[in-house]
């Protein structure tokens, strides 16, 4: 690793162990430059969930869309739904430092602090409308657990949406496999259904981004 990259905030995540404090410490100190960073990264995944929901969706009006960012952390995806005119989005991340990044930005109607994957979610079942995560799944695992889909699974609509990209290098690491476990075994249970599975370019620096579109009966 050259010094350059080994200076990269992402890197330094990146290699996190998976503890929990550890974790939310990394992206505490990181949070008023993380979204800077991320760009100048070439960053695309908020964009490109954004935009795939809203092909999805079709001619539904962005304004009556109840959508969840999951994990919010400084507002990336909000921008991007507020420039399609989904003004009806809710964020929900775990730090609180990211949050008050996301916060200055104005572009979610409520913010929530919470921990997924406790199965104690502050928010009413059947509530959203689409569900959106993006960056959620990591290979070092320090972002969300991928028993958090049992969550989110309660707290969106029937024929709701849930889509979640992650990069598809991701998708060969242990995280990924299971990720994959848990999205077959909510679909062999009826909880949900993989309605399609697409590839997008530069989702992140040359990586590609692996998305799973699924619908709630």
Same mark, same amino acid.
């Given at each position: 690793?050259?010094t350059e990259?080994?200076r990269?905030?992402f890197?330094?995540v990146?290699?996190?162990?998976t503890d929990?404090?550890?974790?939310q410490?990394? !992206?505490?100190a @990181?949070a008023t430059?993380y979204e800077?960073d991320?760009?100048?990264?070439? !960053?695309?995944g908020p964009r490109?969930v954004?935009?795939?929901m809203h092909?999805v969706l079709?001619? $539904?009006?962005?304004s009556? *869309?109840?959508v969840?960012? =999951? +994990?919010a952390g400084?507002?990336?995806?909000?921008?991007e739904?507020q420039k399609l005119g !989904?003004?009806?989005?809710?964020g929900?991340?775990?730090? +609180?430092?990211?949050? &008050?990044?996301?916060?200055?930005?104005? =572009? !979610?109607r409520?913010l929530? /602090? $919470?921990?997924?994957?406790?199965g104690?979610l502050?928010v /009413?079942?059947n509530?959203y409308?689409?569900? %959106?995560?993006?960056?959620?799944?990591?290979q070092n695992?320090?972002h969300?657990?991928c028993e958090?889909?049992?969550?989110?699974?309660?707290i #969106? &609509?029937?024929d709701?949406?849930?889509?979640?990209? #992650?990069?598809s290098?991701?998708?060969?690491s242990? *995280?990924?496999v299971?990720? %994959?476990?848990k999205l077959?075994?909510l679909? /062999?249970?009826?909880l %949900?259904?993989?309605?399609?599975k #697409?590839?997008r370019?530069?989702?992140?620096?040359? @990586?590609d981004?692996?998305f799973? *579109?699924? &619908?709630?009966?």
């Amino acid at each position: 690793m050259s010094t350059e990259t080994a200076r990269n905030p992402f890197d330094t995540v990146a290699t996190l162990t998976t503890d929990y404090a550890d974790s939310q410490a990394g !992206y505490s100190a @990181w949070a008023t430059q993380y979204e800077e960073d991320m760009v100048t990264m070439g !960053y695309n995944g908020p964009r490109q969930v954004v935009t795939l929901m809203h092909d999805v969706l079709g001619g $539904a009006s962005p304004s009556t *869309v109840r959508v969840l960012d =999951v +994990p919010a952390g400084t507002g990336m995806v909000g921008s991007e739904l507020q420039k399609l005119g !989904y003004t009806n989005a809710d964020g929900l991340d775990a730090n +609180p430092d990211m949050l &008050k990044v996301a916060e200055t930005k104005q =572009v !979610y109607r409520r913010l929530i /602090e $919470a921990k997924l994957g406790t199965g104690e979610l502050p928010v /009413e079942p059947n509530t959203y409308d689409a569900v %959106l995560l993006v960056g959620a799944f990591t290979q070092n695992g320090t972002h969300l657990p991928c028993e958090c889909l049992e969550d989110l699974v309660q707290i #969106t &609509k029937p024929d709701g949406l849930i889509i979640l990209g #992650t990069g598809s290098v991701t998708l060969q690491s242990d *995280v990924g496999v299971a990720l %994959l476990a848990k999205l077959q075994d909510l679909q /062999e249970r009826g909880l %949900l259904s993989i309605v399609d599975k #697409t590839t997008r370019k530069n989702y992140f620096r040359d @990586w590609d981004g692996t998305f799973f *579109v699924c &619908k709630v009966p």
